[in-house]
Every structure is written in structure tokens, then in C-alpha cells.
């Protein structure tokens, strides 16, 4: 059993480090119009492995296996369609002959780079496939999480604070149009590179946020899916057209997260909240990586989002102590930020600076001036912040009843065992 489960956490990681890049891969060759052939290939190719890896034991290379897999199902299932690509040769015919230009190798004793530097570019190349302007606005981003990051769609929607059936529709609607419009897979012209970069900039946003704070699942932080995000924003900001301020900022704002990486949960897995981390463990080289990036994006004739939100990550990483942090100049950065974007959660945070300078109760006040936020109504982190306030303040009753809605919409178990101690804790309160 304990083997099965362990295949079974294999899967599910090479599922979100791998099946994004295999995808890309496969659609260079096939076309953006096949991206549907390309993921049923992969996820064909992930079913094997969960069939055949407990009896046949995991390959050396289970990477290379999944890519060498997933090829051979699309090309299965495109000679049984008999496709042909404008009169030209075959699809399969044009498939072999690209794999024929790559090192010979086994599946299951190749190395990881045998097929690695094959896939780098192209998943740059399908987020900016994924971002033309001629997908619908709402539906580019969560095509690029669902292609690249390998995000399910309750991911997504819990991402836009969006509901799953409109996600669906959203994702059918980018694909018809992808292929409706013949969209290709291919370099994009460095002049069009610009227009499309706002996109591709919220995509790796909300790549790195779902594998901060996951939204599902039985980890808190999926460090590979941020360390992904990381890369490429890397890859945009030092590319000589894309390399914008901006670029920077992101680039700056993730460092600045991923520096807490090491102290976000105890040994148990349990979350640790900020003033409850040891602040020596947190990654130095990470906090200067990010500060040269900030130095960077400082560049600017404008500020963005992304520059308010790496300073109010920068105020967090140089803080000495949670006590030191200066939340006069984080409330002041989350005004700045409204304005620019003002956003249910943008508010819900600014809440809590607001609570941190002037006290709990002037956070509710902030909380209440959001009304009836559908956006924020299956959002488990607004009743936990009220019951956190309530708590504060002495108002057990009120805590206990907020935290127990909180415990009811979270889907992470991290956070539903996080939540359920705090209520545990009020449980010997009386009203």
C-alpha cells in the first residue's frame, strides 16, 4: 500500500512538473489546433503509468517514459484518424521525422535532459501561443494554466474566484477559437511580443500564487510549481524585448516569497502563519535576488501592480521580527494598489493592514465596507479573517462561527487543519 501511494505522489508530481512541458512539445509538431489530441495523449500516458508502474516497477527515467508514451498515443491516435496537414505529408509522417532529429534513446535509462532541452523553449512559445489576442481576453490566462501548468479547473476557478462551469466554458471557448482562427504554434515576431506580455505576466501571477497558497490538495506549497513560475519569469525579464520593469517587479515579488519557502510549515506539514516564522531560516540569497530585481524594476516611468506588490514584499523580508515589520508602509502600498487594482482580494488584504495599524475592530469596519462580494462569498480566507478579528477582539462566539464557515469552504487540507486548530482552541470559550 505504501508503494502504491508512493507511485501514486510520482504521477501526480510529474503530472504538475512535466505533463505542461510535454504538452508544449507535442503541440509544436501537431499545431495548436490538435492541443486537445496532445493533451488526451498525455493524459493517456499518466493513466498507463498508474497501471503499469506497481507491477513493472517505476523506469529509471519516468519523465522520458511519460514523453516517449505520450508520442506514441498521439500517433496512434492520428493514424487511426487518418489526419493530413493541407495536402502535405502526413502529421505522423512530420511527427517521425522531427523525432528523428533527436538523440536516440531509451525511455526508460534516458536522461532527464534528453528530452528537457527539447520542451524549455517551447513552453515559453505556448504561453505566448496562449496569450494571442485573438483568444478571448478571460479565457487566454486559464487556457495558459490549464496547457502549461497542468492546473485543474477547480484550481483555476478558485484562481479567478470564478465559478467551475464558467471555467469550462471559457477553456472550450480558447480552444475553438484557436482553431477556428488557426492560430500557429510558433516564435512570436519580437515586435508582437509586447502586446501579449500583460497576459503572459498574470499567467505566471497566478502560477506562482496557486503554488504558494495551493488551493486543493493535501500540500500547502507545490515549491515546483513556483520555482517553474520563477524560471520563466526570469527567462521574460532578462529576454532583450521583454525584459521590462515590470518583468522585474514579478520577478522581484516571487523572490521575495519564495525566500519564506523553508519556514511556511512546521515539521508536521501544519501552516505556520508569518509571525509565528523563524525568520533566520528564511533564504538570504533569495531576499538579495529579489532586491537586485526590485533595483531593477525601479526603471520605470509608472508604477504597476507588480511594483506595490514586491514592495509590500520587501517590507515583509527585511522586517527583523513580525513586531518590526512597518505596516504604516504596507497599508499605505495597499492604498496605492487599490487604486490601481481594486480588487475583492486586494481589499481583503488591505483589511488586515488596516487591523495591524489601527486594531481588529477598525478591520472589520474594512471588511464590512466590502458588502455582499459575490466574488469573495466561497472565498474561505474572508470568514477566517473575520473570525481572526473576532478573536482578537473577545467575541468567541463570533470567531467560532466564522471559523467554522472557513473550515467548511477551504478545499486545502493544510488549511482546513490550520483553521481547525484555531477553532479547537476557542472551543473551551464561552460567548
Not at 78 to 104: I, K, N, Q, Y
Not at 218 to 233: G, N, Q, T
Not at 268 to 286: C, E, H, I
Not at 399 to 424: G, Y
Request: hydrophobic letters at 45%.
Amino acid at each position: 500500500m505504501s508503494e502504491a501511494r508512493d507511485i501514486d505522489g510520482l504521477v501526480d508530481h510529474l503530472f504538475r512538473h512535466r505533463s505542461g512541458a510535454i504538452v508544449s512539445s507535442l503541440t509544436r509538431v501537431f499545431g495548436p489546433a490538435d492541443l486537445a489530441l496532445a493533451e488526451d495523449a498525455v493524459q493517456d500516458a499518466l493513466e498507463k503509468a498508474l497501471r503499469q508502474w506497481p507491477f513493472r516497477g517505476v523506469p529509471a527515467n519516468p519523465g522520458g517514459w511519460l514523453f516517449t508514451v505520450a508520442r506514441n498515443a498521439a500517433l496512434d491516435r492520428l493514424r487511426r484518424r487518418g489526419t493530413r496537414r493541407d495536402g502535405e505529408s502526413s502529421v505522423v509522417e512530420l511527427m517521425e521525422a522531427r523525432l528523428a532529429r533527436l538523440p536516440e534513446h531509451a525511455p526508460e535509462h534516458a536522461p532527464e535532459h534528453a528530452y528537457d532541452c527539447e520542451i524549455v523553449d517551447d513552453q515559453l512559445a505556448m504561453i505566448f501561443t496562449c496569450c494571442h489576442p485573438g483568444i478571448p481576453a478571460d479565457a487566454r490566462i486559464a487556457l495558459t494554466l490549464k496547457t502549461v501548468g497542468g492546473f485543474g479547473i477547480r484550481e483555476i476557478a478558485a484562481g479567478f474566484l470564478a465559478g467551475e462551469s464558467t471555467i469550462a466554458q471559457r477553456l472550450t471557448r480558447a480552444k475553438r477559437r484557436i482553431r477556428e482562427a488557426k492560430i500557429p504554434f510558433a516564435r512570436v515576431d519580437p515586435e508582437l511580443l509586447p502586446e501579449r506580455l500583460p497576459s503572459v505576466h498574470d499567467v505566471l501571477y497566478l502560477m506562482f500564487n496557486e503554488g504558494y497558497t495551493a488551493h486543493d490538495g493535501d500540500h500547502l506549497v507545490r515549491r515546483d510549481i513556483c520555482a517553474e513560475a520563477l524560471r520563466l519569469a526570469e527567462l521574460i525579464a532578462d529576454h532583450p524585448v521583454t525584459g521590462t520593469p515590470e518583468a522585474h517587479a514579478l520577478c522581484a515579488l516571487f523572490c521575495f516569497q519564495a525566500a519564506r519557502f523553508p519556514t511556511r510549515q512546521d515539521d508536521a506539514g501544519a501552516l505556520l502563519l508569518l509571525a509565528d516564522q523563524d525568520r533566520a531560516a528564511w533564504d538570504g540569497s533569495m531576499i538579495s535576488r529579489g532586491a537586485v530585481r526590485l533595483e531593477l524594476a525601479a526603471a520605470a516611468d509608472r508604477l504597476t501592480p507588480f511594483h506595490i506588490e514586491a514592495g509590500i514584499a520587501s517590507c515583509h523580508a527585511v522586517a527583523p521580527s513580525f513586531e518590526a515589520t512597518d505596516w504604516r508602509a504596507i497599508l499605505a502600498y495597499y492604498d496605492r494598489l487599490t487604486a490601481l487594482r481594486d480588487s475583492p482580494v486586494v481589499a481583503l488584504n488591505r483589511a488586515v493592514a488596516v487591523a495591524m495599524c489601527d486594531g481588529p475592530a477598525a478591520g472589520l469596519a474594512a471588511l464590512d465596507a466590502l458588502g455582499d462580494c459575490p466574488q469573495l462569498a466561497a472565498y474561505y480566507l474572508l470568514p477566517a479573517t473575520r473570525g481572526e478579528f473576532n478573536r482578537r477582539l473577545g467575541d468567541h462566539a463570533a470567531a467560532r462561527r466564522f471559523l467554522t464557515q472557513a473550515i467548511k469552504l477551504a478545499h486545502s487540507d493544510p488549511a482546513r487543519r490550520f483553521l481547525k486548530q484555531r477553532l479547537d482552541g476557542l472551543q473551551s470559550h464561552g460567548s
